[in-house]
Structure formats: structure tokens, C-alpha cells
């Protein structure tokens, strides 16, 4: 057992008692904890929040909170405006296109988990009428992306 700042023993936590994975977007440290983290100063962060490179997550007295990925999005525009010599505006094109990259792969994994159910389906099972927009599969509408 562990004593706590008060003299008391306490218990030690329990594997189960720790989350099984840490959600990346909780908001999570204040900024000088991400500061630090960043291997930057506090100003540098309220700087790229004016900018909208890193947008941290606002607490209800109005205090920036920073996520893992944030800290993570800090380091990546620190690299490439510091180690790559790319300008601020450069660095906030290539974040735009790192999260249309992000997203479009995750639509691509939703378009190929559906596209599994509909071959693991019996063709004597499939009900669907077509337009030229979307598919409807039982309940569900499949949309066709342009």
C-alpha cells in the first residue's frame, strides 16, 4: 500500500480500475503542461490557437485544454516550420490535407465494412432499390460519393 499526502495508507489502483485506452481527443493539460510536452513556450501555443493550427479544447472558465493529439499536432508544426523551414501558412495547407487524408481513410474503411456485409450477404437475402445517389439496403442508405 502506498501512503497519501496525508499519512493514510492508501490502495494502489488496480489494472481494472485504469481505462483500457486512453481516448487521444480528451482535453486533458493545461498549457503549460502542454507547453512542455511540446518542447515549446506557453506564448508559441496561444500563438498557433490565434492561427488555428492547434485548436485546444476550452474549459468552462474559458482555459485551453490540450489533448495527446494536440500535443502530437504541436510537435508535428514545430518540425515543419523549425526542421523543414515551411512558413506557418505552408504548415497550416499540409495540417488541411493531413485531416481530408484522415477522414477520407475513414471513410474508405466505413465503404469497405459495408461493402463485406453486403458480399457475406445471400444474394437471395438482398432487398435494395437504386437511384443515382444512394443505394437503399434494408434499412440502411449506402451513399455513392462523387
Keep these: 500500500m502506498a501512503e497519501s499526502d496525508h499519512g493514510r495508507a492508501r490502495k494502489p489502483a488496480e489494472p481494472r480500475d485504469l481505462p483500457q485506452r486512453f481516448d487521444p481527443d480528451a482535453p486533458l493539460f493545461l498549457i503549460s503542461t502542454a507547453a512542455r510536452l511540446a518542447g515549446m513556450h506557453p506564448q ?18 474559458r482555459g485551453r485544454r490540450y489533448s495527446i493529439k494536440d500535443v502530437e499536432r ?30 477520407l481513410q475513414k471513410q474508405n474503411a466505413h465503404l469497405i465494412e459495408e461493402l463485406r456485409t453486403l458480399r457475406s450477404t445471400p444474394v ?20 455513392i460519393m462523387a
Design 124 to 143: 437471395s437475402s438482398r432487398v435494395f432499390t437504386a437511384s443515382p445517389d444512394s443505394v437503399w439496403l434494408r434499412t440502411r442508405t449506402l451513399e
Design 74 to 103: 504541436l510537435r508535428l508544426v514545430q518540425h515543419l516550420s523549425q526542421e523543414e523551414g515551411i512558413n506557418l501558412v505552408g504548415v497550416q495547407h499540409i495540417l488541411t490535407l493531413k485531416s481530408e487524408v484522415e477522414r
Design 44 to 61: 508559441t501555443l496561444r500563438t498557433y490557437d490565434r492561427l488555428g493550427l492547434v485548436v485546444p479544447k476550452r474549459a468552462s472558465g
